[in-house]
Antibody, heavy 120, light 106 residues
Framework: EVQLMESGGGLVQPGGSLKLSCAAS????????MHWVRQASGKGLEWVGR??????????TYAASVRGRFAMSRDDSKNTAYLQLNTLKAEDTAVYYC???????????WGQGTLVTVSS | EIVLTQSPATLSLSPGETATLSCRAS??????LAWYQHKPGQAPRLLIY???NRATGTPDRFSGSGSGTDFTLTISSLEPEDFAVYYC????????FGGGTKVETK
């Protein structure tokens, strides 16, 4: 069974940093592009960015709202993807989901999400 | 950036009724549009991909239609478990989601 599980969320002050993890099971992470999506309270879903697999040299692409502040990485040997959040702002407060790009080039499996709260 | 606009924002219906949800794109996305169901505290669930194809496990009361800029998700004969928020997603360009339609119990 394919599962994704995020961890690492928490309370951080504006300007601070946090690193989220996304542990995958039931499939080989190296075969998949991994994306991150977030949802602020009472708001809709927002695409954050993606990291491709080894064949595509782990290329990353980010939404304009986080570019230059967030960084994605992955450790295929641990079947885990990461999202490094830097220079955090109050508007980055959200539940962060990792999701897999599936066979039909849509997000087919998602984690349960991890909450990041940016507040002083 | 392709902007997706969903309407209505909220749909108040009773079990057994039919829900019709709309998603309009700011420019053509061909058929590269999906629909997701999202319940509080749960992961979003893929229902429909490429505008009209049901994902594995999606009941046949869910159907999708449209192409270009106008898309529709129809849920015929609503079941109690169908009350949720529904999002459209385009993959024609960098992914973007609509603002969501909440289907609530009347």
């Amino acid at each position: 069974e394919v599962q994704l599980m995020e961890s690492g969320g928490g309370l951080v002050q504006p300007g601070g940093s946090l690193k989220l993890s996304c542990a995958a099971s039931g499939f080989n992470l190296r075969d998949s592009d991994m994306h991150w999506v977030r949802q602020a309270s009472g708001k809709g879903l927002e695409w954050v960015g993606r990291i491709r697999g080894k064949p595509d040299t782990y290329a990353t692409t980010y939404a304009a709202s986080v570019r230059g502040r967030f960084a994605m990485s992955r450790d295929d040997s641990k079947n885990t993807a990461y999202l490094q959040l830097n220079t955090l702002k109050a508007e980055d407060t959200a539940v962060y989901y990792c999701t897999r790009l599936g066979d039909y080039y849509y997000f087919d499996y998602w984690g349960q999400g991890t909450l990041v709260t940016v507040s002083s | 950036e392709i902007v997706l606009t969903q309407s209505p924002a909220t749909l108040s219906l009773s079990p057994g009724e039919t829900a019709t949800l709309s998603c309009r794109a700011s420019q053509s996305v061909a058929i590269y549009l999906a629909w997701y169901q999202h319940k509080p505290g749960q992961a979003p669930r893929l229902l429909i991909y490429d505008a009209s194809n049901r994902a594995t496990g999606t009941p046949d009361r869910f159907s999708g239609s449209g192409s270009g800029t106008d898309f529709t998700l129809t849920i015929s004969s609503l079941e109690p478990e169908d009350f949720a928020v529904y999002y459209c997603l385009q993959r024609s360009n960098w992914p973007s989601f609509g603002g969501g339609t909440k289907v609530e119990t009347k």
